[in-house]
Nanobody, 115 residues
Framework: QVQLVESGGGLVQPGGSLRLSCVGS????????MAWYRQAPGKERELVAA???????NYADSVKGRFTISRDNAKNTVYLQMNSLKPEDTAVYYC?????????WGKGTLVTVSS
C-alpha cells in the first residue's frame, strides 16, 4: 500500500507564496503521473496541476502562471510552488498518484489565504 504525505500548508496573506510537498512511499514513484487537487469548503474537489512521469505538466486555468508543479523522483517527492496566492485559493490540497490500476490519495494539507 502506497502512502502519500503532504506538507507545507498554512496561513498566508494574499499575494504571498507557499510550497507544498508530497512524499510517496512506493518504490515505483517515478513511473506514475502525480497530481495536486484541492477542495474548498462547500465545493467539489478539483484538479490543480499534474505532472507525468516524463515531466509534462498541465494546470487548471485558475492557477496558470501562478502555480508550478515539479517532481524529484530520487526523493519520491512532488512539489507545488504557489505564488501570488488569492483568497479563493483557500482549500485543502491533496496529492494523488494514479495509474496502472492503482489510485492513491494523501490526507491533505490546509492552505488558508487571508489577511
Amino acid at each position: 500500500q502506497v502512502q502519500l504525505v503532504e506538507s507545507g500548508g498554512g496561513l498566508v496573506q494574499p499575494g504571498g507564496s507557499l510550497r507544498l510537498s508530497c512524499v510517496g512511499s512506493g518504490r515505483l514513484f517515478s513511473i506514475y503521473t502525480m497530481a495536486w487537487y484541492r477542495q474548498a469548503p462547500g465545493k467539489e474537489r478539483e484538479l490543480v496541476a499534474a505532472i507525468a512521469h516524463v515531466g509534462s505538466t498541465n494546470y487548471a486555468d485558475s492557477v496558470k502562471g501562478r502555480f508550478t508543479i515539479s517532481r524529484d523522483n530520487a526523493k519520491n517527492t512532488v512539489y507545488l510552488q504557489m505564488n501570488s496566492l488569492k483568497p479563493e485559493d483557500t482549500a485543502v490540497y491533496y496529492c494523488r498518484q494514479n495509474g496502472y490500476g492503482n489510485d492513491y490519495w494523501g490526507k491533505g494539507t490546509l492552505v488558508t489565504v487571508s489577511s
